[in-house]
């Protein structure tokens, strides 16, 4: 056992954490540990597993079953689907949208089938494995509906003749267009988030924090680029003021007089209109590099 493995105030206590046996969320589960320096051994057909450098308890469990656990404190915390968190209705905190298992909760009917807003579903019979989110859709708009709980394969079933119309989980949307369904209207937007148990002890608590700022070193990351250029030292004034960068951009005089390397950090969502505003000021030698972790 590694000397990092425990915590220094309790020695042997793990946080308990529950992640997705195998299906959409794993590999992404999986790959956020390892990202924040966490080695879990998954064995295949292993449903326990420890990290050798954290103190963490992975267990491997179906989605759904996650919010309850949490609940329960069988597991302290859970990486599952805000879709599951918000249908099982349990009561557990909602800590971090973990960025993954990105997906939107849709309504759809088979294609040609007017649809000009939920009244359109009055009296219908809907197929879905989300029946409270269903029904909370339908009351919010006083629409009765009959709904018609299945466990999976849900857009086969207009198709069968066993409903109307159907809500279920979307993503790239092939598979609606693969079964002849179109998709008329979005009831929840959909990622993988942290949940915690709501009693959960101070040590307990003192591992989250440190697994939550790992993350959260890890997402500020994924949403940012280094960016590093050269620029005429006459241009200088202009481009520095078009870079945010963490503090101020780094400014190194390059070999070649009245040139400088410029080091910067920009955010995903500004990156390409500041590279084009970027060339145009006069920068040349742009290279953007992915950053692994981001300490603020
Ligand atoms: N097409 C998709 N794109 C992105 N995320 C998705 C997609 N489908 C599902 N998800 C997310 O991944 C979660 C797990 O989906 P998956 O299809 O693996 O569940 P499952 O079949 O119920 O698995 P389990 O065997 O664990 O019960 C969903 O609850 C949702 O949050
Ligand atoms: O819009 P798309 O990209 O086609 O994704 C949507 C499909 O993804 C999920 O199922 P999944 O493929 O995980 O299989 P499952 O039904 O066995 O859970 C979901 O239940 C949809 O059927
Ligand atoms: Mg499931």
Same mark, same amino acid.
């Given at each position: 056992m590694s000397a990092t493995n425990t915590t220094p105030?309790?020695?042997?206590? &793990?946080?308990?954490?529950?992640?997705?046996?195998?299906?959409r969320l794993h590999d992404d589960s999986m790959r956020l540990l390892k990202e924040c320096g966490i080695d879990i051994?998954?064995? #295949? *057909?292993?449903?326990?597993?420890? =990290?050798?450098n954290f103190p963490l308890e992975v267990f491997f469990l179906r989605d759904d079953d996650i919010p309850q656990y949490v609940e329960d404190? #069988?597991?302290d915390i859970g990486f599952v689907g805000e879709n599951v968190v918000y249908e099982k209705k349990k009561k557990v905190d909602v800590t971090e949208q973990l960025g993954f298992g990105k997906c939107r909760?849709?309504? =759809? #009917?088979?294609?040609?089938?007017? @649809?000009?807003?939920a009244t359109s579903l009055r009296g219908k019979r809907i197929a879905t494995s989300y029946p409270v989110l269903v029904q909370d859709f339908l009351?919010?708009? %006083?629409?009765? =509906?009959?709904?018609? $709980?299945?466990?999976?394969?849900? $857009?086969?079933?207009p198709g069968i003749g066993l409903a109307n119309a159907i809500c279920d989980l979307v993503s790239s949307g092939s598979t609606?267009?693969? *079964?002849?369904?179109?998709? !008329?209207?979005?009831?929840?937007?959909? +990622?993988?988030?942290?949940? &915690? %148990?709501?009693?959960?002890?101070?040590?307990?608590q003192?591992?989250?924090?440190?697994?939550?700022?790992?993350?959260?070193?890890?997402?500020?990351? &994924? *949403?940012?680029? @280094?960016?590093?250029?050269?620029a005429p030292n006459d241009k200088l004034d202009e481009i520095i003021s078009l870079l945010p960068g963490m503090k101020s951009p780094t400014v190194l005089p390059l070999a070649e007089q009245?040139?400088?390397?410029?080091?910067? #950090?920009?955010?995903? *969502?500004?990156?390409?209109?500041?590279?084009?505003?970027?060339?145009?000021?006069?920068? +040349?030698?742009?290279? !953007? !590099?992915?950053?692994?972790?981001?300490?603020?």
């Open positions: 105030e309790r020695p042997g206590i &793990k946080l308990k954490l529950a992640i997705q046996k195998s299906g051994s998954n064995g #295949v *057909n292993k449903l326990k597993s420890e =990290a050798t404190a #069988v597991a909760l849709s309504i =759809a #009917v088979p294609k040609g089938e007017s @649809y000009t807003d009351d919010k708009n %006083n629409v009765q =509906a009959e709904i018609h $709980e299945i466990s999976g394969s849900v $857009e086969i079933a609606l267009f693969m *079964n002849g369904l179109q998709e !008329v209207e979005s009831i929840l937007k959909s +990622q993988a988030i942290l949940i &915690k %148990n709501q009693d959960l002890g101070p040590v307990q003192a591992i989250l924090d440190k697994l939550l700022f790992r993350i959260q070193s890890v997402k500020k990351a &994924k *949403n940012t680029k @280094y960016v590093l250029l050269n009245g040139w400088s390397s410029v080091h910067s #950090v920009l955010s995903e *969502n500004e990156f390409w209109d500041i590279i084009e505003r970027l060339k145009a000021a006069g920068a +040349q030698g742009i290279l !953007v !590099v992915p950053i692994e972790k981001m300490i603020l």
